[in-house]
Nanobody
Framework: VQLQAYGGGLVQTGGSLRLSCAPS????????MGWFRQAPGKEREFVAA????????HYADFVKGRGTISRDNAKNTLYLDMNSLKPEDTAVYYC????????????????????WGQGTQVTVSA
């Protein structure tokens, strides 16, 4: 299974962008997909996730109100829309997939995801 993440780039502070992630397989209705990020010198951190079966979305505190995770089932694509970007949002953003319906308390756990994309760089200039 491959995940193709794209949409990153250079954005000014306060700007917006949309990240996309397309799995190479048709995702199961019980899947959970998420976005994580890793800034230079820092550990990978959870950004957002969606559990397909329940249609639920989950966000890290730092992205609440600024980001929206969504998916287009027809296009089999996951999105992350972010606005009011800050320099501290600069990181490589990764999408992840598991075909398990994760419990809510585990959606932020990178180890719970079986498949990962290659990452897309987001750079927010001051």
């Amino acid at each position: 299974v491959q995940l193709q993440a794209y949409g990153g780039g250079l954005v000014q502070t306060g700007g917006s962008l949309r990240l996309s992630c397309a799995p190479s397989i048709r995702t199961a209705r019980t899947s959970t997909m998420g976005w994580f990020r890793q800034a230079p010198g820092k550990e990978r951190e959870f950004v957002a996730a969606t559990r397909f079966y329940f249609g639920s979305t989950h966000y890290a505190d730092f992205v609440k109100g600024r980001g929206t995770i969504s998916r287009d089932n027809a296009k089999n694509t996951l999105y992350l829309d972010m606005n009011s970007l800050k320099p501290e949002d600069t990181a490589v953003y990764y999408c992840a997939l598991t075909e398990s319906n994760l419990i809510v308390s585990n959606v932020h756990n990178g180890g719970a995801y079986a498949y990962w994309g290659q990452g897309t760089q987001v750079t927010v200039s001051a």
